[in-house]
């Protein structure tokens, strides 16, 4: 029996998109903000489309994932622990992630009420300062906006950085099974299904 | 014992859809954003499926047990 030729799309070859973001942000750290596309685009289609086209279809980092971890061969592809994709794992990883970007929220605001000074360093894992000032030696926008993009490069980063660690270790997009985004994504999806 | 089926738990799920762009029969899809939804009469048993699912919620049943996993 042959199997059903596949189209390939366009959209199937976003993992490239996921290493530029990064690249770009090496350099100018402006570049981050374009990380909130990957943060509004799933909560689009969910909350007008009721579904998880994005993650089923165009995230450029689950398909990263699946290039490094399925076609070069970079992963154990063994079964993650059970707790990792339990409902609690899950909503608390989603707590803790809008926890940490709320904060980074509120340090863009100290700098733009004057309170604070622009940082340029990024911080991985929440913890550990990273130099980062040549990517940025102003520009025609306030210290805000910069200081946004080293906090939401941080946070790009570390969660692909965790995402990379469990693919290695098991499955190639053992990342999806916590994603914070997904899970929002998903309890939207459920939110809407219940009232349909 | 019958055909082989894939056989998605729904409460497990995470409705990455992983599972969707992996199958050679493009018999499974991600209704409505919420869990993953396998075609008996499309799949044929393979557990690539399986295989790729980062939650581990698929299992392969035998034809007349489909969805006993999905109460």
């Known amino acids: ?196 | 014992m019958g055909k082989r089926k894939a056989n998605p738990n729904k409460n497990n799920c995470v409705a990455c859809g992983v599972c969707v762009g992996q199958c050679p029969r493009e018999a499974i899809s991600i209704y409505k954003g919420c869990y993953a939804l396998v075609d008996t009469l499309k799949c044929i048993g393979c557990g690539i499926c399986q295989k790729a699912c980062p939650a581990d919620v698929i299992s392969m049943v035998d034809e007349g047990e489909v969805s006993c996993g999905n109460s």
Not at chain 1, 70 to 88: D, E, H, V
Not at chain 1, 170 to 191: A, D, N, V
């Open chain 1, 1 to 196: 029996m042959a199997t059903v030729k596949k189209q390939k799309h366009w959209y199937q070859y976003l993992w490239i998109w996921s290493i530029l973001y990064f690249s770009l942000g090496f350099f100018n750290i402006l570049f981050a903000w374009f990380g909130m596309l990957d943060f509004i685009l799933p909560l689009i289609f969910a909350i007008f489309g009721g579904n998880k086209w994005f993650c089923n279809n165009m995230c450029g980092r689950g398909q990263l994932f699946w290039v490094l971890g399925r076609n070069l061969k970079c992963s154990r592809q063994k079964s993650a622990p059970k707790w990792m994709s339990s409902k609690w794992f899950r909503y608390g990883f989603l707590t803790f992630f809008m926890t940490m970007f709320g904060t980074m929220v509120f340090q863009t605001y100290q700098v733009f009420a004057g309170a604070d000074t622009l940082k340029k360093a990024i911080k991985l894992f929440w913890t550990f300062r990273v130099p980062w000032q040549w990517t940025y030696s102003g520009s025609v926008f306030p210290d805000w906006v910069a200081q946004f993009g080293y906090g939401f490069y941080s946070l790009m980063l570390t969660s692909t950085l965790i995402g990379l660690i469990v693919m290695v270790l098991y499955k190639e997009r053992t990342w999806c099974s916590f994603c914070p985004m997904g899970t929002m994504t998903q309890g939207i999806c459920k939110l809407k299904n219940k009232e349909a």
